[in-house]
């Protein structure tokens, strides 16, 4: 893989490749700058991307700042994952009609317009295969999803600037892109100008950069590349500790008095659920035309931070905060290998910034550790 | 037996054939929906139209054609509009969903069947396979607990039942008034009535989790192995196919490794608070 | 004849199983025969708990009378079972009804008599002791699980 020969886009070739996926039927999606961060949405050539910018993160902290250069991907991860392209926020699964002959049920047709996502980055990647596990690959495929996903052209771009939130190298999902991607980017400066060494990942994406203007990356552009990426995995902002440890450790500390010091700080908000880009869980709402003679049955985001998640005639089986934030944590880093076969987190650091307290799972993690009842029992 | 996904995760139209009620808040209902195969222990998504959905267990005999059985008891908006459907009105089902007991695999051993409140309603199309193949079986008890006599479930099939020889069948209610004169007293204390070798049984265990957390604890002292102990758990459940997050149970999904689950490995589980 | 019928007996129920028939001995000497026709009262609140009752036969009902809700029966007991704790403790009154469901056959062991031998053999006191205990622990857990009155509903 080191050896593979990259080749090499221009900012034009970008531009071309923006056209190109454009003109074969994608709706394409990327970063862009929107209500002052980098949110994904639908982009329509390159004055879209957040050329120049980039984002400062911290615990409970995220702020765009302008870069002292032009660079096209020169952040991290913003509010939004790709999860909210491919398991919809709000999903109409069936509808219902009551007519004379009785009542029909009809499934909602799978959507057909494919995406093409520009921008997606390692551990995103992780993240989009992690929902895979989940809604693809058990007994009963989510056809919504699955229509999506099939279709959907992926451009990968390579962190070369992580954010102080991020810990993917922690947790062995970043910075670079090993698979799961069409064509990846990696962006380098060179002779005051923009370049992207590409990796093809697929043959939809051979197919593509040979419709593109590239050329052949000479060994200094590579050797570039591979340098950018290597730094950014020196410069992430947090680290999980001893992640191949931690489904143990939060198995065995279920009872741990941290849960209740975290709950305290917890506003049990959900905003960790909605950013996290693996987070899948979902609840149903049916709503009834006013003469009863309709009705559609629809799928939203659910989080487990609410009281009705757990819900169980007569009362909430989590109805305390540390129950909820220990069920979410668990969830993460612990049970979902247990449920799924994978981790549930990939170290984007989206639930570290965008929580309203700046509650860190990496530093509730240290905490846990550094005071891990099986431990000190061991040691005593 | 294998059903379409997209028959699992969108319902179809059934039938509601007949519907009797059992007590004050709980109903019977017999569901036409074409042939359809499930295994003791398993479940159905019942959809009240424009309302909702909740999952019920399947209560009828597994053995036999004819319409679905699910007992409801009506506490939410969608079981209580389940509960007044009428014969030949229209309900969406899809299903079955969830493990099995264990009944085929218990072939040779003594099966303690123990039911409290509307636990009865998933053990019952265990209760008619293991009676329909009586012989392939040790002892077989059938132990019921409930609230009051007035909360009993299936009254009449159970005192069929309890006219039979080869299977010991005991009721006992929490609270009586002297109109009653079955057992009073909590189910756990029929289990050492019971008779039972407890190298070879296994024991079918459904009811409120506290019920099953202290029937489990009178078994274990009665000498039954953990690992032949099964319980079928319940949690708050939106999709019944493993994917909306609701029912987990600590590393388990209740629609997808239960509802019956073996007693062993979900121990661990049952004393962690809020789990 | 008659004392070697009971001290049988005694061994014989499960209450004693597996204990020595000396002990088995002893507790005959505090003991009788005694049945009880269906309705018949094996003790009513309030009178001297004198006595506890190994039941061999037959079914047992504890209930208390309530002005606004008449009989609630609580527990019942069957053959192979105890009936009768009051006499263990002070003030040595029952607290409840005992009344048999159907004919009951049961030996009936004197209180005052076995505490007395209790004291004199604390050997055999301690292993009396047990066997009340495992049975009251029991009987308290089951009651536990009653009170919490877990399957109605809940609102």
């Known amino acids: ?380 | 037996m294998a059903r379409v996904p997209e028959a699992a995760s969108v319902p179809i139209v059934a039938r509601v054939r007949a519907r009797r009620r059992e007590t004050h808040d709980t109903w019977t209902l017999s569901i036409e929906a074409g042939e359809f195969a499930f295994e003791p222990g398993q479940f159905n998504m019942l959809y009240a139209f424009g309302i909702g959905e909740i999952p019920v267990s399947l209560s009828g005999d597994p053995g036999a054609p004819g319409p679905l059985i699910h007992t409801v008891r009506a506490v939410g908006s969608a079981s209580q509009a389940i509960t007044r459907l009428r014969p030949g009105d229209p309900i969406g089902l899809r299903g079955p969903f969830g493990t099995a007991w264990p009944v085929d695999e218990s072939t040779g051993s003594d099966v303690l069947v123990i039911g409290g409140g509307l636990g009865l309603a998933p053990l019952r199309p265990a209760i008619y396979r293991l009676l329909a193949e009586r012989d392939r079986y040790g002892q077989i008890a059938v132990l019921y607990g409930t609230r009051s006599p007035a909360d009993i479930l299936y009254r009449r099939e159970i005192e069929r039942w309890r006219r039979r020889l080869d299977t010991a069948v005991e009721v006992t209610v929490d609270h009586a008034d002297a109109g009653w004169h079955g057992h009073v007293g909590v189910v756990t204390r029929l289990i050492d009535r019971a008779a039972f070798d407890p190298d070879h049984a296994v024991a079918l265990v459904c009811g409120p989790e506290i019920m099953m957390r202290f029937a489990a604890n009178t078994l274990q002292a009665a000498a039954i192995a953990p690992e032949r102990i099964y319980v079928a758990m319940e949690r708050n459940m939106k999709c019944a196919i493993g994917q909306c997050g609701h029912c987990q149970f600590g590393p388990t999904l209740v629609c997808r490794d239960g509802a019956v689950m073996r007693y062993d490995r979900v121990r661990p589980l049952l004393t962690v608070r809020e789990l | 004849m008659e004392i070697r019928g009971l001290d049988r007996l005694i061994c014989e129920h499960p209450f004693f199983a597996g204990m020595s028939l000396d002990y088995c001995d002893l507790i005959g000497g505090c003991a009788r025969n005694v049945r009880f026709d269906t309705g018949r009262y094996l003790f009513r609140e309030g009178e001297p708990a004198n006595e506890f009752f190994l039941i061999r036969h037959g079914r047992v009902a504890l209930e208390l009378t309530a002005p606004e809700r008449g009989s609630i029966r609580f527990l019942t007991l069957n053959a192979g079972e105890i009936a009768g704790v009051s006499w263990l403790v002070p003030p040595y009154r029952w607290l409840y009804d005992a009344q048999a469901l159907e004919l009951t056959r049961a030996v009936s062991i004197d209180g005052a008599c076995l505490r007395q031998k209790a004291e004199e053999n604390h050997d055999f006191g301690y292993e009396m002791m047990k066997r009340f205990m495992t049975m009251l622990v029991q009987r308290l857990h089951a009651a536990q699980l009653q009170i919490l009155d877990v399957y109605g509903a809940r609102a």
């Open chain 1, 1 to 380: 893989m080191a050896t593979r020969q990259h080749s090499i886009l221009t900012i034009d070739g970008v531009a071309a490749l923006l056209d190109a996926l454009r003109r074969r039927g994608y709706r394409v999606i990327g970063p862009t700058v929107r209500d002052q961060a980098i949110v994904y949405d639908d982009i329509t050539s390159l004055a879209d991307l957040p050329r120049g910018w980039t984002d400062e993160q911290g615990a409970g902290r995220y702020r765009l700042a302008r870069r002292d250069d032009d660079a096209v991907f020169g952040f991290a991860v913003g509010p939004h994952s790709w999860k909210k392209f491919l398991h919809s926020p709000a999903q109409r699964l069936w509808r219902t009609e009551r007519s004379a002959d009785g009542v029909r049920i009809i499934a909602e047709p799978v959507s057909a317009k494919p995406l093409a996502f520009v921008g997606v980055r390692s551990c995103e990647l992780h993240a989009i295969a992690i929902q895979d596990r989940v809604l693809l690959e058990g007994a009963y495929p989510d056809q919504h999803y699955r229509a999506r996903r099939e279709a959907a052209f992926l451009v990968a771009v390579n962190c070369t600037e992580p954010g102080g939130t991020c810990f993917c190298a922690s947790m062995n999902t970043g910075p670079k892109a090993l698979g799961g991607y069409d064509l990846a980017l990696t962006e380098i400066a060179a002779e005051g100008e923009r370049r992207f060494a590409v990796d093809v990942g697929s043959a939809a994406g051979s197919g593509l950069l040979a419709e593109l203007p590239h050329r052949a990356a000479t060994p200094g552009e590579t050797a570039a590349a591979e340098a950018a990426i290597a730094g950014a995995t020196g410069r992430m902002g947090r680290a999980m500790p001893d992640a191949d440890e931690v489904p143990a450790l939060l198995r065995r500390n279920l009872d741990h008095p941290r849960w209740e010091e975290v709950a305290d700080r917890c506003l049990t908000c959900g905003n960790c659920t909605m950013v996290c880009p693996t987070c899948f869980c979902t609840t149903v709402e049916d709503v009834a035309s006013l003469d009863g003679s309709a009705s559609e049955h629809v799928q939203h985001w659910d989080s487990c931070f609410t009281m009705d998640f757990s819900y169980l005639h007569g009362g909430s089986v989590r109805a305390s905060p540390r129950s909820r934030y220990r069920q979410w944590m668990t969830h993460k880093l612990s049970t979902w290998w247990d449920q799924f076969g994978t981790s549930g987190c990939v170290g984007c650091g989206r639930c570290i910034s965008w929580c309203p307290v700046g509650i860190d799972i990496t530093e509730e993690v240290a905490a846990i550790r550094g005071s891990d009842s099986a431990a000190r029992g061991r040691e005593g």
